[in-house]
């Protein structure tokens, strides 16, 4: 299955921004969402962000008004960008895309990316 590659993750101060990126290798035909998840050590991995194929956002109360999603559709990249990081923002950050055909569900992910927020 193909593997959707991640980047932009590091080590970043409170109150810093970063920008994630998120690009598929191939064509990926039939997306209806992509979304970028986050797991912070010992916890579950949840969903911060999802930008619908009709650019509908969705965001975690947690990360709304800081977060960013969007795509290039050129690139075939989306994209995360964080504002205000602080420390509780630490995790592991995964990209991912949905795609349905013929009524099944496929989900693509990303290797996972390590943001941390640190002074």
């Known amino acids: 299955q193909v593997r959707l590659v991640e980047s932009g993750g590091g080590l970043v101060q409170p109150g810093g921004s970063l920008r994630l990126s998120c690009a598929a290798p191939g064509s990926i035909l039939g997306v209806i969402a992509m979304g970028w998840y986050r797991q912070a050590p010992g916890k579950e991995r949840v969903l911060i962000a999802e930008l619908t194929n009709h650019g509908t956002t969705t965001y975690a109360d947690s990360v709304k008004g800081r977060f960013t999603i969007s795509r290039d559709n050129a690139k075939n990249t989306v994209y995360l960008q964080m504002n205000s990081l602080n420390l509780d923002d630490t995790a592991v950050y995964y990209c991912?895309?949905?795609?349905?055909?013929?009524?099944?569900?496929?989900?693509?992910w990303g290797q996972g990316t390590q943001v941390t927020v640190s002074s």
């Open positions: 991912n895309w949905v795609t349905t055909r013929d009524g099944l569900r496929t989900d693509y």
